[in-house]
T-cell receptor, first 113, second 110 residues
Framework: NAGVTQTPKFQVLKTGQSMTLQCAQD?????MYWYRQDPGMGLRLIYY???????DKGEVPNGYNVSRLNKREFSLRLESAAPSQTSVYFC????????????FGSGTRLTVV | RKEVEQDPGPFNVPEGATVAFNCTYS??????FFWYRQDCRKEPKLLMS???SGNEDGRFTAQLNRASQYISLLIRDSKLSDSATYLC???????????FGIGTKLQVIP
């Protein structure tokens, strides 16, 4: 089925470890996003990629890096995980950036201990 | 003041009831408005857009009040399957200007 595929679905890291969250979409969308969702807070934008070859910081980029590998794939890397990065991470894609055409992946539940 | 504010609830309503949620936004230049639905431990999915003239989709009605800077979602004849969290989304232009509310949790009770 067409959509956004995220891996892994669950991960437990120790403080200081690194990991990469993978995201791929097969809808030929130009724009891709990484959000985090924490209790009592709305989805917050970490990084986005308006088109292949470009990436930009969102609201909460500290501690993260991203790579837009090609039009389909957009990865998020935690170089040195911290407990404050315990969250649910969602990748999303859209044709245009208006808020209505977002397709989200199923999420990654990350716990940093 | 937060850019987008929602009452987190939960709203516990019996089946068949009518329930309404509001969402206020602070940026008067906001351009587009949406409601997303998020089931427990799932990803958000677009429920409906909110137009200036209001719009209806079956049992769901969304309205925009620009003067008072809020949008609303009305659900009629609530079903058990409507139980979810409803996220208000406001777009103020540009890639960094899509703001999600914290969501309002609805629990429909048999």
């Amino acid at each position: 089925n067409a959509g956004v595929t995220q891996t892994p679905k669950f991960q437990v890291l120790k403080t200081g470890q690194s990991m990469t969250l993978q995201c791929a979409q097969d809808m030929n969308h130009n724009s891709m996003y990484w959000y985090r969702q924490d209790p009592g807070m709305g989805l917050r934008l970490i990084y986005y990629s308006a088109s292949e070859g470009t990436t930009d910081k969102g609201e909460v980029p500290n501690g993260y890096n991203v790579s837009r590998l090609n039009k389909r794939e957009f990865s998020l890397r935690l170089e040195s995980a911290a407990p404050s990065q315990t969250s649910v991470y969602f990748c999303a894609s859209s044709e245009e950036d208006r808020g209505d055409g977002y397709t989200f992946g199923s999420g990654t539940r990350l716990t940093v201990v | 003041r937060k850019e987008v504010e929602q009452d987190p609830g939960p709203f516990n309503v019996p089946e068949g009831a009518t329930v309404a949620f509001n969402c206020t936004y602070s940026n008067s230049a906001s351009q587009s408005f949406f409601w997303y639905r998020q089931d427990c431990r799932k990803e958000p999915k677009l429920l409906m857009s909110v137009y200036s003239s209001g719009n209806e989709d079956g049992r769901f009605t969304a309205q925009l009040n620009r003067a008072s800077q809020y949008i609303s979602l009305l659900i009629r004849d609530s079903k058990l399957s409507d139980s979810a969290t409803y996220l208000c989304v406001v777009h103020s232009g540009g890639y960094q200007k899509v703001t999600f509310g914290i969501g309002t949790k609805l629990q429909v009770i048999p």
